[in-house]
C-alpha cells in the first residue's frame, strides 16, 4: 500500500501550461451552464485533478492553493465598480497599491463570458499561501480597496480560524483558458488567445514581479494593524508607532525621528509586546539600539550609525523624562522616585546626568577660556553642540548654560548700581570686554575647589541648589558647577552693564538734542531710574514756566501730560 503523501495524480509530460498550476486536491468542477445560468461548482475531495481529466474537457474545472504558491489571482467582477468599464483605472491602482510586495505585472484574462477580469501575479520564489494572502488584503485595504464576493477577491483568500479539527480550505478559482476565457490587451480589448500564448505572458511577467518572503514580512510589519487586546486609542496609537517605525530609513534626515518612535514605542509599550518587565535605562538604551540596526535602510540611510548608542541614550533620558509612562502603570510622584535613588537602575541614570553634566561643563570652560562663548541661548546651543554635547542632554541641563536660567539666580530685581552722574558715561560708551572680569584659566578649578564667590554683589552666584532641583544632583559636581556658573554669571553682568551704559548714553543725547519730545522721552527713563534724577537736573533746557500747583500741568511747548515727578524737574 502506498502511503497517502507520496500519491501524485498523472501529469502530462511537455505540459506547460498545466505545470503551472500544480495543486489539484479538493478540486472543484462543475458542468457547463446553460445561456444566463448561474454556474454549480462542486467540490471532490476523493482524488486529485490530472492533466487527462482537464484535456479530457468534459466539466469545466477550478484548483485551490497549497502551504506554498507560485502565484496569486485577482478576481474582479464584471459588476464591480472596480471594473475598467465603471473605472479605467481602478486596475492600475491595484496594482500600484500591491507594489512593495514586488508586483509589477500581471497577465489579464477574462474568467468566463460574464466578462468578469482575473489577473494572474506569478512569482519566481514560493511563497507562503497565508502570508501573502493577508499582505494583499492588508495593502488592498490600506489602499481603499474592499476585498468582497462579486466585487473585488484575493487568491489565495485569508482563512478564517478554525475551530474545528480540521482545517478550512483556500478558496478556489476557475483555470484560465477555458470557455470563455480570453487573455485580454492593455485596453482590455479580448485578443487571440491559446495556452501557449496565456504561458508566454506568464513567464515575462514572472521574470519581472520580484517578489520575497522579506518584503512580504516588512510589508505585513509596516502595514499591518495588528489587534493587541487593549481599548482603541491605546491601539490606535500603538499601531501608528508601529507605522513609523517598521518602515525604517528611507532618505537622509530621518534618525532622529525614527529613534524618538522606537524609544516611545519601547519604553511606552516594550513590557507589552516582547520584555519581561518595563524597559527602563540601559536595557531602553540596548533596545533602542537593537530596533534601530534590525530596520531596512538603516546601513544605506543612517548616517548616525557611529554614535548610535549615544543618540539611542539621549532619546531614552528624553523619554523618561517626558510626561509618558509604561503602559498599565502611572508616573511615579517625584517622591516615590526620591525613596528610589538607591536601586542599580538610578544609580545607572545618575552616573549618567552627572556625566552629561561634566561635559556640559567642561564645554563651557573651554569656550570661556577661548573668549567665545555666545550672548544668545541659540548661538550658545549650537556652540555646546560642537563639543558632541546632544541636544536632549542641553536641554534636560540648561540650568548649566542658558542665559534665562542664570537670570533667574543672578536675583535680577535688584540690577546693580547704574552710574553715579550721567557725565560719567560717555556718549560713544560701547560694551564692555567680557574678558576684563573672567580668570585667567577655567579648567584650572576643575576637580579642584573653586574659590569662594560669595558677597554683596547680586550677580554671584550663590552654591545653592536651583529651585526644584534635588541637591544630590550636585554631587561631585558642586565646584564645578559653581565655577562655571559665576564666570557665566559675569558675562551676563558685563552684558547688563553695557546695555545700561549704552542707554544713558543715549539719554544724555535726548536731553542735549533740545527737541521736546526726545527731552520728554529722556525724562520718561529717567523717572523709572530716581538714582539719576539729579545728574539729569543739568541737562534740563532753560524755560520760563509759569508757578503752578504741583497736580497741573506746566505749560512747555511740544511736552505732554507728565507725572508730578516729572514736573518737579521742570521747575
Not at 459588476?79 to 508586483?103: Q, W
Not at 481599548?231 to 508601529?242: A, P, W
Not at 572680569?437 to 550677580?459: D, Q, V, Y
Not at 536651583?466 to 553682568?493: K, M, V
Request: charged residues 20%; contains cysteine; glycine residues 6%.
Amino acid at each position: 500500500m502506498i502511503a497517502a503523501n507520496l500519491f501524485h495524480y498523472v501529469s502530462e509530460q511537455e505540459d506547460n501550461f498545466l505545470a503551472l498550476f500544480p495543486h489539484r486536491y479538493d478540486y472543484i468542477w462543475a458542468e457547463y451552464p446553460d445561456v444566463q445560468e448561474a454556474i454549480d461548482w462542486k467540490t471532490e475531495s476523493r482524488h486529485p485533478l490530472t492533466d487527462r481529466l482537464i484535456h479530457q474537457g468534459q466539466y469545466v474545472y477550478g484548483v485551490r492553493f497549497a502551504a506554498e504558491t507560485q502565484y496569486s489571482v485577482i478576481d474582479i467582477d464584471t459588476m464591480s465598480r472596480y471594473h475598467p468599464k465603471h473605472d479605467p483605472f481602478a486596475i492600475s491602482r491595484i496594482v500600484a497599491a500591491l507594489e512593495p510586495l514586488g508586483f509589477v505585472a500581471y497577465v489579464a484574462c477574462t474568467s468566463s463570458d460574464s466578462g468578469g477580469i482575473h489577473l494572474y501575479v506569478p512569482f519566481q520564489q514560493k511563497q507562503k499561501s497565508w502570508k501573502l494572502a493577508i499582505a494583499l488584503q492588508t495593502l488592498l485595504e490600506n489602499a481603499g480597496f474592499k476585498p468582497a464576493a462579486g466585487q473585488l477577491e484575493i487568491f489565495p483568500n485569508p482563512k478564517r480560524y478554525a475551530t474545528e479539527r480540521t482545517p478550512s480550505l483556500y478558496a478556489a478559482h476557475r483555470l484560465p483558458m477555458q470557455i470563455g476565457s480570453y487573455l485580454l490587451n492593455e485596453d482590455w480589448q479580448l485578443t487571440y488567445s491559446n495556452q501557449a500564448i496565456f504561458v508566454e505572458r506568464w513567464q515575462f511577467a514572472q521574470a519581472k514581479n520580484d517578489v520575497c518572503s522579506e518584503a512580504i514580512d516588512q510589508a505585513l510589519s509596516t502595514f499591518r494593524r495588528k489587534q493587541y487586546g487593549i481599548s482603541g486609542r491605546v491601539d490606535k496609537f500603538l499601531n501608528d508607532l508601529n507605522a513609523d517605525i517598521e518602515a525604517g530609513w528611507t532618505g537622509q534626515g530621518q534618525t532622529n525621528f525614527i529613534l524618538g518612535r522606537i524609544a516611545m514605542r519601547s519604553y511606552i509599550f516594550g513590557h507589552l509586546l516582547y520584555a519581561d518587565c518595563p524597559l527602563e535605562g540601559k536595557p531602553l538604551v540596548d533596545d533602542i539600539v537593537k530596533t534601530a540596526r534590525s530596520l531596512p535602510g538603516y546601513q544605506e540611510w543612517c548616517r548616525h550609525q557611529h554614535e548610535i548608542e549615544k543618540r539611542a541614550e539621549e532619546w531614552a533620558r528624553c523619554i523618561e523624562n517626558s510626561r509618558y509612562f509604561h503602559f498599565g502603570r502611572s508616573k511615579l510622584a517625584p517622591a516615590v522616585l526620591e525613596t528610589a535613588d538607591s536601586s542599580p537602575q538610578s544609580s545607572w541614570n545618575q552616573k549618567q546626568s552627572e556625566s552629561a553634566r561634566e561635559r556640559i561643563c567642561k564645554a563651557i570652560a573651554d569656550l570661556l577660556n577661548q573668549n567665545a562663548l555666545p550672548f544668545g541661548a541659540t548661538a550658545r546651543f549650537h556652540a555646546l553642540t560642537q563639543y558632541g554635547i546632544g541636544g536632549g542632554s542641553l536641554y534636560r541641563h540648561r540650568d548649566l548654560w542658558h542665559p534665562n536660567f542664570l537670570k533667574a539666580d543672578l536675583s535680577v530685581e535688584n540690577p546693580p548700581d547704574p552710574p553715579n552722574a550721567l557725565t560719567n558715561v560717555s556718549v560713544d560708551a560701547t560694551p564692555l570686554a567680557s574678558t576684563e572680569i573672567i580668570s585667567t584659566s577655567l579648567f584650572s578649578s576643575l576637580g579642584g575647589n573653586a574659590a569662594s564667590c560669595k558677597g554683596s554683589n547680586p550677580f554671584v552666584v550663590s552654591d545653592s541648589p536651583l529651585p526644584g532641583r534635588n541637591a544630590s544632583q550636585h554631587t561631585g559636581l558642586s565646584d564645578i558647577e559653581l565655577t562655571i556658573r559665576t564666570a557665566t554669571a559675569n558675562i551676563e553682568r558685563t552684558k547688563y552693564e553695557a546695555q545700561f551704559a549704552s542707554q544713558v548714553a543715549q539719554m544724555q543725547q535726548f536731553l542735549q538734542s533740545g527737541d521736546p519730545i526726545l527731552i520728554s522721552e529722556a525724562i520718561t527713563w529717567i523717572e523709572a531710574n530716581p538714582a539719576l534724577l539729579d545728574a539729569a537736573k543739568s541737562y534740563l533746557p532753560t524755560v520760563q514756566l509759569d508757578r503752578v500747583q504741583l497736580n497741573q500741568e506746566p505749560f512747555l511747548p511740544g511736552y505732554v501730560r507728565r507725572s508730578p515727578l516729572i514736573c518737579l524737574l521742570s521747575w
